[in-house]
């Protein structure tokens, strides 16, 4: 359905509005917050006052979905802050989400790493008054007030498993290295590979997947065991952008570069290296910064009252535009979109 050619034809628009929403957010986020838990710049709008909680720190994916999320903050006149656990583990972001309900801030905005673990702690914040915006990643639906989505689940499944099929010719052994075990996004996203292989890849077999918890090095020696347990691996598709960024790195050196296929989704920024001396042909993604950016807008507009998360709410996100919350409180974003040769000098997030 969200199959390469029909991105790449779709490009010309997007690419645009791709590279400008880019840039705004490289000169836009004065507002930001450090991660040390402090409340970032910024000024006035108490009620507004808008925690970011991503995974993990040190992602430059959140670096850049939480910039979009600060330049919001700073056009509605809200109070931006960043903060997050060092590892991206079900419980880490627990004591986090208590902190930020002590402190009484008017909304979080959570990417979880898992859909029930937080559970808890976030409706007893919200019990406090906090309205809960999940982005990226999701809770259960009984956790959060609006789940801001990147792409359709499918979308995402189905393009990852299209360009895999066609970097290793329809046919042979495939490994996926996916984050965190629990992720609610890579574990939907897995799943709907699963099935798409199965109905219309019969000759890919998918003999593996394994989990680098979105940490660097983890990343890097899966992708290394994988290599040594399979040795007639095709290809290998990594639907994090910190996984398929080591695994890169690992077959760029190696005997494997431009045997062994590498796709799923990547930042530009740290994928260019590896476009460029060819280790990976095409990856995907979506444009972090507009998912930060549409998640604060969403918790502003529930902080306001203007909408509660039911299904036909609408409000306006800024530069965005209007959006419509849809069935489970879901909110869309848009469609994946494919980096190639072609078009990677066009984007630098
Ligand atoms: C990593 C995180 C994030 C995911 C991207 C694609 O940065 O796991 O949740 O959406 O990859």
Not at 145 to 151: E, G, L, R
Not at 199 to 212: F, K, R, S, W
Request: negative net charge; charged residues 20%.
């Amino acid at each position: 359905m969200f199959g390469h050619d029909r991105k790449r034809k779709g490009a010309g628009a997007t690419f645009a509005a791709f590279a400008v929403s880019a840039a705004l957010v490289l000169t836009g986020c004065s507002g930001g917050g450090s991660g040390d838990g402090g409340e970032g710049g910024g000024e006035g709008g108490g009620d507004a006052a808008i925690t970011f909680l991503p995974k993990n720190l040190g992602n430059p994916y959140f670096d850049t979905s939480n910039a979009g999320g600060a330049e919001a903050v700073e056009e509605f006149g809200g109070t931006f802050s960043e903060v997050g656990p060092t590892e991206a583990s079900p419980t880490s972001q627990v004591s986090f989400i208590q902190t930020a309900a002590q402190q009484g801030v008017g909304a979080l905005v959570v990417s979880a790493n898992d859909p029930e673990a937080i559970c808890d702690a976030l409706n007893e914040a919200r019990d406090a008054g906090v309205k809960v915006v999940t982005f990226d990643s999701d809770t259960n639906p009984e956790c959060r007030d609006v789940f801001i989505n990147q792409a359709t689940a499918e979308g995402i499944a189905t393009t990852q498993v299209e360009l895999i099929a066609e970097q290793i010719g329809g046919e042979g052994q495939i490994a996926i290295l996916s984050a965190s075990a629990n992720a609610t996004n890579q574990n939907a996203w897995i799943e709907l590979m699963e099935e798409e292989l199965a109905a219309n890849h019969p000759d890919i077999e998918l003999v593996e997947t394994v989990y680098g918890d979105d940490d660097d090095q983890t990343s890097f020696d899966r992708t290394a065991a994988l290599l040594q347990t399979y040795p007639d691996l095709k290809g290998i598709i990594s639907p994090t952008t910190v996984g398929i960024a080591a695994a890169a790195r690992y077959l760029s050196t190696s005997e494997y570069q431009g045997q062994v296929a590498l796709t799923g989704l990547g930042t530009p920024n740290q994928m260019r290296e590896y476009i460029e001396d060819g280790t990976v042909t095409a990856f995907a993604l979506w444009n972090p910064a507009d998912l930060g950016y549409l998640a604060a807008y969403a918790a502003q507009a529930l902080i306001a009252g203007d909408i509660t998360g039911e299904e036909g709410d609408t409000f306006e996100a800024g530069r965005l535009g209007e959006y419509e919350v849809g069935e489970d409180g879901t909110v869309l974003l848009g469609d994946p979109f494919v980096f190639d040769a072609d078009n990677i000098d066009e984007f630098d997030f």
